[in-house]
Structures are given as structure tokens and as C-alpha cells.
């Protein structure tokens, strides 16, 4: 249970990535005999150094060094995959690996308390740091997640990995997979899932080793790689002036350079699979400026990283590229100054490091001819998750007197099939016509009808078009019956966050998680918004008409409701399912309102 007082909320900066859009579709296990269990083999595991040596800096207005080693964990003869769920928050989080008999695949369930969340392996890095003189100054373990970015390590190796790119963070997480392909690297880098460490500036010589459980689980020879570290320190000032600077920080870790601010969304995975985001890209048409540089990596709530602002309160995932690549960046950062900060992003000839852009979801050129229909095909599966993030707020807008319950909610598509929304416009029209679109198994399109309005929202933060009536929040009393409702409930759809990539026609690697690659721009002719399976779109309820105004609500006990497809224009496989109760509890008195939020089963977050 968590207790939380009045305070101004702090609205995330996230680092951004892009993605490979490519489906997943889930493998049927079978589960394994004992006598099978002893047939299959994994894959030979090793843990390896990309370079012998590192220099890392110390900013002098950011305080600590983060530990990007160029560590990887490489997979030979067969993939790494994991699978991590749960079959309801009543239940604890199982982990299962993928191994290979006689080319089947084959499900063996890990030790049970191997993990408890969805963040990925824990303490499984183990460092230790040297000064000249041989004494010991660090010693810690960090957490891995294998969908890290990452990268080829033969030329004959598959050329794109088909695991996602970030470990999910959400509280309400439901199923997870993790992998490191066959002929690739993973990095071992927490980033900023862990605290910097205080170094002086100096040469250390840093141990990177594999806990022992965990190469007696897997196989993994104890051989820790030995890097050469060089720790210089350096202000934003120096160098070409501060925005320079502050783009070669942003190359050492994520939510400390610059990126874009769009308010309303935030990720769409979440912990350690960041790839930097390329200096510009932040700033797409009708989405901004680029936002000064913020000390500390922000929390956001998801499944890969996104640009965007609002979309919830866990960690932002940081920027794991391999060594030469980071080296690159803050040369040309140096060099010519912010815009030349990310210039060398992607897979590109002689580079490859993860960080894969898939082509967007088009919409159609014209509205859809011929008869609206809903045929008998696959069709979406909304669901709602309980509000997490749950806080008191004064609406940042400091309104004497004013107390404001702000929360976090998403949405999300269990499928089997992807929600798809198109918006056409009128020329000279304020609003789109929206239209849902239904496809076959083979992936063509055989039926549409007409689902509602999207309309442009050309506030600051927003500058977007919203697709209306996609959910709704009330706040409701102990009785159930409504005591506030949110004014939210337009939105422009993206898939922050990896609720289950478990399910069925899960997409590992969905396009648009941010509203960059999905909600078109004031003079749009057409939008396509899509909820892909498997993923969520989170929304943080921050600001007065999004946030319940609790001034006048008595204390008590009551519930935030969070309701997908309230006017159910949307069809779905089922309706039954789309509202999540959260239990809370308001108490202190007007202008010091209190908040508490019991435990929703397991899972004890606000």
C-alpha cells in the first residue's frame, strides 16, 4: 500500500528508438517429458567485451558515471528466449525457456522466484571497479535484459532479431518475451535502471563476470571480460558551446540529453532496449521543439522508448548502443555541433547495431468504396488495465485551493487482430470521418465501418489528431456509482507499451510507439492509427479536465475506473471486458489531500 501526499507531478522526457515492424506469432509449446527435458540443449552462452578499453565521462551538473562497459552476451547453435507471465495478478510471474530437440521447440520452466516483474534477469552482472593501486572502489550487480540493443556477431547470422527491443516495465505487465538471437550480442548495460557511481577522474579497470546461478542455469563459462576504463570529467559548457555538450551527454545515457516533448504519450516497452535517439528526429513537424536538457533519467511506463511526454511514471530505458557507435556519436557531437549527434543510427553499410526502422502502416488515399460491413473475421480484443501511478496534484497549474487525482491508464489489444483506424477529411473540414478496418487471415482487407470522428487538437503538447470516444475514466464511489468523470477521451492511438507479447498474433515489433510515427500533422489529408497486438496505449491523467478534480470529493474509499470503447463503436471479439477497477483511498484535508493506494492483488505499485 502506498501513501501518496500532494505534490507537483514531474512529466517524463523519454528517449526515443524506432522499431522493426514484422508480426510474432506465439509458438505452440508442448511441454517437456523429463526424459525430453534431458535431450534439449540450449544455446552456448558466453559473456564477451567489445573493446578492451572505455572512456566514460563524468558531466559536473550530472553528477556519476554510468557504467557502459561494451559488455555483451552472445547466443550460438540457438537463440536465448525466455518467456515471462502470469496468469493473473493474483499469481506470480513464471519464467520458461525455449529449448531445441530434435528441432522442435520446447517449453522448460526456470526455477520458480527466478524473477518477480517483467524488468529481466536480476543480479545478473556482476562488477567490480579497481583504481591504479588495485583497491577496490565499486562492487554491485546489475539487472540484464536480453532484448537489449544489440547486434550481429558473424556475418551468417540472421540479419534482424526477431525478439523485441526493451524488457516492459508496467506494473500490470501480463507476459514478456525476451531473447538474443542466434549469432548475436546482447548488451549487459543496466543503464538507467541503476545508479551512477561517483568516480573521479582517473583509470580504473573494470570485472564484468555472470552470476553464478545463472551460468549454472544456462551453461555459461565463468570467464569475466576485463575493460580498461577511463574516466574524464567535463561540463556542458565546454567544447562547442552547451548544446554540443549536452548532445555527447545524451550518447552517454538516455533522459539526459535532448528529445522531444509531446504530451499525452510516453513508451511502448520500457527497460534497457533504448537506442539514442538520432539529434532532430525529436523534432518532427507539429510536434515541437526540442526540449532542454533535464538531469536525471525520467520514469516512463513501457515497452520500447518514444519521444513522447505523459504516457506514465516508469523508467525510461536507456540508450544501450555498442561502444563504437556512443565513441561515434559524441565525436561528431563535438565535431559540428547537436544536429551531428545521432548521424550514425541504424543499420547502415559496415554498421549494425539494432537499432532497426521498419516502413509506417499507410493510410489509404481515399475514403473506402462500396458497402460498410463487419464480416466474420479476427477482430481486436480491447482491454483495460487498473490505473497505476496514481498521485495528488495541484493540475500544475498551481490554482489555489485546487487538488487533482492524476493517475495512469492504458488500453490494450489482446487480439487476435490489430485495431485499425483510418481518418479521412474533407478538404477545408475540422474533423476526420473515422472509418475501422477488418482483414483476413491473409492479411487482406475485406470489410470497414464507420466508427466515430477524429478531430485536430491544436493545443501545446498535443498538436495532433485524436481519435474520439476510445476510452473514458471515472472515478467512482465505494457504491461503484460515479462521482467524477475525466474530460479525456480523445486520443491519438500509439503502442507505448508491451502488455503481452505472449498472446496470440502478438506483434514484437510494432511501428508506431510514439505519436511521431502515428497522428499526423495539422494539414493531414488522412491519418491511419493503429493498436497492434499484445500492446498498450497509456495515457497519464496530468492535467485539470484529465485528472479527477477531488476538491470537493469527501475521503473515503473509492475506485478509478478505467473503460475502453465506452460508446462501443469499436467492434471487438469482446465487450465484457473492457473496464479495470483500481482501488483508492483520499483522505487530508483541502489544499494537503492525501492518497492511498492498496495493493491490487501482487501487484503493490501506485
Not at 248 to 254: T, V
Not at 409 to 423: F, S
Not at 500 to 528: F, M
Request: charged share 20%.
Amino acid at each position: 500500500m502506498t501513501t501518496t501526499r500532494t505534490h507537483r507531478l514531474r512529466r517524463p522526457l523519454l528517449a526515443g528508438t524506432t522499431a522493426v515492424a514484422a508480426m510474432a506469432v506465439t509458438a505452440g509449446f508442448m511441454a517437456a517429458s523429463p526424459e525430453q527435458a534431458k535431450a534439449a540443449t540450449g544455446p552456448r552462452l558466453s559473456l564477451v567485451a567489445a573493446t578492451g578499453s572505455v572512456t566514460l565521462t563524468s558531466w559536473k551538473e550530472d553528477p556519476g558515471v554510468y557504467l557502459d562497459l561494451g559488455t555483451y552476451l552472445t547466443a550460438e547453435g540457438s537463440p536465448l528466449e525466455l518467456r515471462a507471465t502470469r496468469k493473473s495478478y493474483k499469481d506470480p510471474v513464471v519464467l520458461t525457456q525455449t529449448v531445441y530437440e530434435g528441432g522442435k521447440a520446447r517449453s522448460k520452466v526456470l526455477p520458480q522466484g527466478t524473477v518477480k516483474d517483467f524488468s529481466g534477469l536480476p543480479g545478473f552482472a556482476e562488477i567490480t571497479l579497481t583504481d591504479k593501486a588495485g583497491k577496490k572502489v565499486l562492487s554491485r550487480a546489475e539487472s540484464f535484459c536480453p532484448n537489449n540493443a544489440s547486434g550481429r556477431i558473424r556475418p551468417d547470422a540472421p540479419a534482424t532479431s526477431k525478439y523485441p527491443e526493451s524488457c516492459p516495465t508496467n506494473p500490470f505487465t501480463l507476459g514478456s518475451v525476451w531473447g538474443v538471437e542466434k549469432g548475436w550480442a546482447s548488451n549487459t548495460y543496466a543503464g538507467s535502471y541503476t545508479q551512477p557511481v561517483k568516480l573521479a577522474a582517473g583509470t580504473y579497470t573494470a570485472r564484468v563476470g555472470v552470476a553464478k546461478k545463472y551460468r549454472d542455469l544456462f551453461g555459461i563459462a565463468d570467464k569475466p571480460a576485463t575493460v580498461k576504463v577511463t574516466v574524464q570529467e567535463r561540463s556542458w559548457e565546454e567544447g562547442n558551446g552547451a548544446g554540443a555538450a549536452r548532445s555527447a551527454a545524451a550518447g552517454e545515457h538516455a533522459g539526459h540529453g535532448t528529445a522531444g516533448e509531446h504530451a499525452g504519450h510516453g513508451t511502448a516497452g520500457g527497460h534497457g532496449a533504448a537506442h539514442q535517439a538520432p539529434a532532430g528526429h525529436a523534432a518532427h513537424a507539429g510536434h515541437g521543439p526540442v526540449k532542454p536538457v533535464q538531469a536525471g533519467a525520467p520514469e516512463t511506463s513501457g515497452a520500447t522508448p518514444s519521444y513522447n511526454v505523459g504516457h506514465g511514471p516508469l523508467k525510461a530505458a536507456p540508450p544501450a548502443l555498442p561502444w563504437a557507435l556512443k565513441k561515434r556519436q559524441a565525436e561528431l557531437a563535438g565535431a559540428r555541433g547537436a544536429d551531428a549527434a545521432g548521424a550514425r543510427t541504424g543499420d547502415t553499410t559496415g554498421q549494425t547495431d539494432g537499432s532497426r526502422k521498419a516502413p509506417a502502416l499507410v493510410p489509404a488515399a481515399e475514403r473506402p468504396t462500396g458497402k460498410a460491413s463487419v464480416p466474420d473475421v479476427p477482430k481486436p480484443d480491447l482491454r483495460s488495465l487498473p490505473a497505476y501511478g496514481i498521485t495528488i496534484s495541484d493540475g500544475t497549474e498551481n490554482v489555489p485551493g485546487k487538488d487533482y487525482l492524476a493517475f495512469s491508464a492504458n488500453v490494450w489489444n489482446a487480439g487476435p487482430a490489430q485495431l485499425v483506424v483510418d481518418g479521412f477529411r474533407s478538404p477545408g473540414k475540422a474533423k476526420m470521418d473515422a472509418y475501422q478496418y477488418f482483414y483476413d487471415a491473409k492479411g487482406k482487407q475485406v470489410g470497414y465501418t464507420p466508427t466515430g470522428t477524429m478531430e485536430w487538437d491544436p493545443r501545446p503538447g498535443h498538436v495532433h489528431w485524436h481519435f474520439t470516444d476510445f476510452a473514458s475514466y471515472r472515478l467512482l464511489k465505494a457504491d461503484k456509482k460515479e462521482a467524477v468523470r475525466s474530460g479525456k477521451e480523445a486520443f491519438c492511438l500509439a503502442n507505448t507499451d508491451a502488455v503481452d507479447y505472449t498472446v496470440k498474433n502478438a506483434n514484437w515489433h510494432p511501428y508506431n510507439t510514439d505519436l511521431a510515427t502515428a497522428c499526423g500533422q495539422e494539414n493531414s489529408i488522412s491519418v491511419r492509427e493503429v493498436l497492434d497486438v499484445g500492446s498498450g496505449d497509456t495515457y497519464t491523467q496530468d492535467l485539470p479536465g484529465q485528472s479527477f478534480d477531488i476538491t470537493d470529493v469527501p475521503n473515503g474509499t473509492y475506485y478509478i475506473q478505467v473503460l475502453a470503447n465506452p460508446a462501443k463503436r469499436l467492434k471487438e471479439t469482446n465487450l465484457d471486458n473492457n473496464s479495470a477497477l483500481r482501488k483508492v483511498v483520499l483522505g487530508g484535508k483541502p489544499g494537503k489531500r492525501t492518497v492511498t493506494v492498496p495493493a491490487h492483488d501482487l501487484v503493490n505499485a501506485n
